[in-house]
C-alpha cells in the first residue's frame, strides 16, 4: 500500500488549454474525494465518488470542470478552457467505507497536483 | 453552513516546548467529527488526531492532544515537546455525521525552531 497517489505532480498550461489530473486511491478504498486548495486557504470539496458513482458535487465545480471513476478505481479530473483562476493545488483523497459516512471513514490525502495557469 | 475559523496564521515555538494551535467552528449539528490535519512543505496532507463530538474525553495521540469543548465550539491541539519535524501547516477540520465532505480552516503556519 503506497497510499494516494496523484499525477502529475505539476502543471503548467496555458489559459484556455484542457487539463486532466489523476488520482489513484489506497487500492481497498472505495470513496474518493476531490478538493480544490488555493494559496494560503484550506483545502476546498469539489466532488465525492463512492466507486464509479458520483454522488455529490459543490457548486465550486463549474461546468467547465468534469470527474470520472470508470471503474471505481483510479479518477481522472478534467478542467476545460482553463482560466488563470484555475490555479490551485488539486487534491485527491481516499477513504475506506464504514457502511455509512461513520466515523471510521477517515480521509487519506494524496500529495496534490499544482496547476499553473499562464 | 459549518464554517471553521482558525486565527492564528503563523505560530512559532522553541524545539522541546509546548504550543496550542486554536480552532473553532460553527453547526447547529449535535454530532459530528473534528480533525487535524498536518501539511508539510511540498508533502501530502496526513491526519494528526481526530475527535467524535459525542465522546467528552479529549482524544490524545502520543504528543498530540486536543482540548475539545463543545459548548464553546472550540478544538485546540496541544504539541508537546515540539520537533523539528513537526514544522508544517496545520488545518483544522470539521464532518457532519451523514455527511462526506470536510470543511476546512484556513491553516497555521507552525515552525519549530532549534
Known amino acids: 500500500d503506497t497510499g494516494v497517489s496523484q499525477d502529475p505532480r505539476h502543471k503548467i498550461t496555458k489559459r484556455g488549454q484542457n487539463v486532466t489530473f489523476r488520482c489513484d486511491p489506497i487500492?481497498?478504498?472505495?470513496?474518493l474525494y476531490w478538493y480544490r486548495q488555493t494559496l494560503g486557504q484550506g483545502p476546498e470539496f469539489l466532488t465525492y465518488?463512492?466507486?464509479?458513482?458520483?454522488?455529490?458535487k459543490s457548486r465550486l465545480l463549474s461546468d467547465r470542470f468534469s470527474a470520472e471513476r470508470p471503474k471505481g478505481s483510479f479518477s481522472t479530473l478534467e478542467i476545460q478552457r482553463t482560466e488563470q483562476g484555475d490555479s490551485a493545488m488539486y487534491l485527491c483523497?481516499?477513504?475506506?467505507?464504514?457502511?455509512?459516512?461513520?466515523?471510521?471513514?477517515?480521509?487519506?490525502f494524496g500529495a496534490g497536483t499544482r496547476l499553473s495557469v499562464l | 453552513a459549518q464554517t471553521v475559523t482558525q486565527s492564528q496564521p503563523e505560530m512559532s515555538v522553541q524545539e522541546a516546548e509546548t504550543v496550542t494551535l486554536s480552532c473553532t467552528y460553527d453547526?447547529?449539528?449535535?454530532?459530528?467529527?473534528l480533525f487535524w490535519y498536518k501539511q508539510p512543505p511540498s508533502r501530502q496532507m496526513i491526519l494528526v488526531i481526530r475527535?467524535?463530538?459525542?465522546?467528552?474525553q479529549n482524544a490524545t495521540e502520543n504528543r498530540f492532544s486536543v482540548n475539545f469543548q463543545k459548548a464553546a465550539k472550540s478544538f485546540s491541539l496541544k504539541i508537546s515537546d515540539s520537533q523539528l519535524g513537526d514544522t508544517a501547516m496545520y488545518f483544522c477540520?470539521?464532518?457532519?455525521?451523514?455527511?462526506?465532505?470536510?470543511?476546512f480552516g484556513t491553516g497555521t503556519r507552525l515552525t519549530v525552531i532549534p
Open positions: 487500492s481497498e478504498h472505495n470513496r
Open positions: 477540520a470539521f464532518r457532519s455525521t451523514g455527511a462526506n465532505n470536510l470543511f
Open positions: 465518488f463512492q466507486n464509479e458513482a458520483q454522488l455529490e
Open positions: 475527535q467524535e463530538a459525542y465522546k467528552q
Open positions: 453547526t447547529s449539528e449535535n454530532n459530528y467529527y
Open positions: 483523497a481516499s477513504s475506506a467505507n464504514s457502511g455509512g459516512a461513520g466515523s471510521k471513514n477517515i480521509q487519506y
